[in-house]
């Protein structure tokens, strides 16, 4: 069974920056490509990146292009989300996920973390 663990949530002021965190225990055949979602208040979960693990291939929300960049780190099974320029709109739970396709479909993926939370008060 594959885990994935977020960290690195927290608050901060709007314009700050955050950098999340996701480890996978393993990587599996059928975890080509992992995916940050998030669910704000009275929301439901949406896109907000993907990344191949062997191409480095990623793929944004409009919402995010620009502010937010996904990377990997193969060698530590490691894939992280750096957050800049937040606003209070980016206030979610931040879910990481790993899936057969850099979708932006939740659907498309196998294996979720429990979450973290990012606050930007307004």
């Known amino acids: 069974q594959v885990q994935l663990v977020e960290s690195g949530g927290g608050l901060v002021q709007a314009g700050g920056s955050l950098r999340l965190s996701c480890a996978a225990s393993?990587?599996?055949?059928?975890?080509?490509?992992m995916g940050w979602f998030r669910q704000g208040p009275g929301k439901e979960r949406e896109f907000v990146a993907a990344?191949?693990?062997?191409?480095?291939?990623?793929y944004y929300a409009n919402s995010v292009k620009g502010r937010f960049t996904i990377s990997r780190e193969n060698a530590k099974s490691m894939v992280y989300l750096q957050m800049n320029s937040l606003k209070p709109e980016d206030t979610a739970v931040y879910y990481c996920?790993?899936?057969?396709?850099?979708?932006?479909?939740?659907?498309?993926?196998?294996?979720w973390g429990q979450g973290t939370q990012v606050t930007v008060p307004s």
């Open positions: 996920a790993g899936g057969l396709t850099a979708s932006s479909l939740s659907t498309s993926y196998a294996y």
């Open positions: 393993r990587r599996t055949l059928n975890m080509v490509a």
């Open positions: 990344i191949t693990w062997t191409t480095g291939n990623t």
